[in-house]
Each structure stands twice: as structure tokens, then as C-alpha cells.
């Protein structure tokens, strides 16, 4: 008799140890499903649902395009299709200066709308940003006709923030400067530029 309470008291042990292991592995399950579904932002994590492509190479959270050329195609990778919103807007600690008129201020404080700027075109996978040049972002964004702009540290002026579900992914560029004329010299180089 002593024996049969033994035996059935090992399995009743098992039986709760498999249902508790069970249960557990459950728990993990969802947790781990609600992470990856939900973007993997937990913790400060790069997104693993929600991506941006550039000519085929991939980013997660933040990345510099130098020199933004006009028609650059992205494509916007989501598990689900979410729908997702793109804001421009002028990057911070540039040291660029913006003098309008008598008025000099630094390019971080412009007041603009800069997506007035830009011409982007959105499409369901992703989206198309075009522009005519520097002077046509800032006057369209601004709607100051005459500015300078000063140089700065930095000539990634804009970010642009793409947001998705409970991801964002920044982007901080530049925008395409062509050069028209060099000029040398023995004791410098000299470029022109159109901005």
C-alpha cells in the first residue's frame, strides 16, 4: 500500500512540474510575440519590425545620409503593413545660422514646415523625396525670399522622422550640392557651388 502512495504522489508531482514547465513557456511565448510584434522598441532596441531601406541597404532607429540626392527612393519594411507618417523638420547643433534681413538666428530655431520644403511623394511600400535646391527648401518652407544661410559644422540640416506603430526611425541628411566651377590656385582650391 505504502508503495502505491509513493507512485502516485511522483506522478501528481510530475504532473504539476509538466504543467507549471507548460505554463511558463506559455508566458515566454507571449511576451517574447508581443516584443517582436510590436516593433522589439523595448529596452531601447532597434525595431526588428519596422525598417528603412535605402538602395537596398537596410537601417533600424537613427542614420546620416550626407548628401541627399533629389529622387532618392525609400522603402519602408513593416511585418504587417502599418500605415506609417513622415515628418522634416530643421537637425539639431548643426551651427548653421539663418539671417533674414537684419535678424540672425540659429538653423535648429527656424519656425517652418519644412515637408513644404520637400516634395515627397508616398507610395504603400515606401516613399520618394524630391527638391529643386537649398535655396527653394528654405524659401518654400519658410516663405522668406531673402536669407543667408550660414555655414556650420555639420551640412546635414534636416531630420526626418518616420513613425510607425510605436517605432521611429531618424534620418539626419544633407541635400545635393552641385559644383560648377573649381578653381585652382597654388595656394588653395577654390569650388563654386548652387545650393
Known amino acids: 500500500m505504502m508503495g502505491k502512495k509513493t507512485k502516485s504522489g511522483v506522478i501528481l508531482f510530475i504532473k504539476k512540474f509538466l504543467f507549471i514547465a507548460i505554463l511558463a513557456a506559455v508566458v515566454v511565448g507571449i511576451l517574447f510575440g508581443t516584443w517582436y510584434f510590436t516593433g522589439g ?3 531601447g532596441g532597434i525595431p526588428s519590425t519596422f525598417k528603412i531601406a535605402v538602395d537596398g541597404t537596410e537601417y533600424g532607429k537613427t542614420f546620416i545620409i550626407p548628401n541627399l540626392y533629389s529622387g532618392t527612393e525609400f522603402q519602408v519594411k513593416r511585418l504587417f ?7 522634416i523638420s530643421a537637425a539639431k547643433d548643426t551651427g548653421a545660422r539663418l539671417t533674414v534681413e537684419d535678424e540672425s538666428f540659429a538653423w ?3 519656425e517652418a514646415d519644412f515637408n513644404k520644403g520637400f516634395m515627397v511623394e508616398l507610395h504603400k511600400n515606401g516613399f520618394t523625396v524630391s527638391y529643386e535646391s537649398l535655396e527653394s527648401i528654405i ?3 519658410t516663405g522668406y525670399e531673402n536669407f543667408e544661410l550660414t555655414e556650420g559644422t555639420s551640412a546635414e540640416l534636416f531630420l526626418m522622422t518616420i513613425k510607425c506603430a510605436n517605432a521611429e526611425i ?13 578653381e585652382l590656385d597654388r595656394d588653395q582650391v577654390v569650388f563654386g557651388a548652387i545650393y
Do not use: K, N, P
Open 170 to 182: 531618424e534620418i539626419t541628411f544633407g541635400v545635393d550640392v552641385t559644383v560648377t566651377e573649381i
Open 41 to 43: 522598441g523595448w529596452f
Open 139 to 141: 524659401a518654400s518652407a
Open 81 to 87: 503593413g502599418e500605415d506609417y507618417a513622415l515628418e
Open 108 to 110: 535648429e530655431e527656424t
